[in-house]
């Protein structure tokens, strides 16, 4: 099984629908949760970070789900701009050093 | 704004050669990571530096080296290409101690391709 699993898609939404990706990861003693955003053929951003409690930055709202080790990320009223491959990130633990593991994306197309 | 540049956007090379690629950031980050991309794997980690002449191996390592001489520059080696190492590759830099992970900011990546 892989350490970070995302269904990769493609998800193809009508603008203003909302849209919500999974991530489940496989080490239970991970400590940190991000969600990145990669534009075609551009690097990663970092798109927002993932608490315990949740939270939502605008149109985006981030879930953690320790119990069953997921996290997601839900996007209302879609704009054609969101179209992006998102990246779930979650940060594990190992003695010598942080690991952080990128999932494999799941692709957004945002149509009009 | 922090600011990582790479070197060359596109580069093509024959199986064999020894490729450098070179990763430099301007924010005086600690932390410097190359990754490689390949469709439905995701970014892997190659190798990760935390200081100057530090380097730790990330989880692909093999058939790379680096070198981090200065604390703005972090490259990339490949000592003989191969074909499997076409890909695209992606250098990242963090401000953060060991004990806690920041975000990370990455290169515009470098597609290289070995023929």
């Known amino acids: 099984r892989k350490e970070v699993e995302q269904d990769p898609g493609p998800f193809n939404v009508p603008e203003g629908a909302t849209v919500a990706f999974n991530c489940t990861y496989s080490?239970?003693?991970?400590?940190?949760f991000f969600w990145y955003r990669q534009d075609c053929r551009k690097e990663p951003k970092l798109l927002m970070s993932?608490?315990?409690s949740g939270n939502e930055d605008g149109r985006f709202t981030a879930q953690l789900n320790r119990a069953s080790q997921y996290i997601s990320l839900l996007i209302r009223d879609s704009k054609l701009s969101d179209s992006a491959t998102y990246l779930c990130?979650?940060?594990?633990?190992?003695?010598?050093?942080?690991?952080?593991?990128f999932g494999p994306g799941t692709s957004l197309s945002v149509i009009p | 704004d922090v600011k990582v540049t790479q070197s060359s956007r596109y580069l093509v090379k024959r199986t064999g050669e020894k490729v450098f690629l070179e990763c430099v950031q301007d924010?005086?980050?600690?932390?410097m990571f190359w990754y490689r991309q390949d469709p439905g794997l995701g970014l892997r980690l190659i190798y990760f530096?935390?200081?100057?002449?530090?380097?730790e191996k990330g989880d692909i390592p093999e058939g790379y080296s680096v070198s981090r001489e200065k604390k703005e520059r972090f490259s990339l080696i490949l000592e003989s290409a191969s074909t499997n190492q076409t890909s695209m590759y992606l250098c990242?830099?963090?401000?953060?101690?060991?004990?806690?992970?920041?975000?990370?900011?990455f290169g515009p990546g470098t597609r290289l391709t070995v023929t």
């Open positions: 530096s935390y200081d100057v002449k530090m380097k």
């Open positions: 993932v608490y315990s």
């Open positions: 990130v979650v940060r594990g633990t190992k003695t010598s050093y942080d690991k952080v593991i």
């Open positions: 924010m005086d980050h600690e932390n």
């Open positions: 990242a830099s963090s401000l953060s101690p060991r004990d806690r992970v920041a975000e990370q900011y």
């Open positions: 080490n239970s003693a991970s400590q940190s």
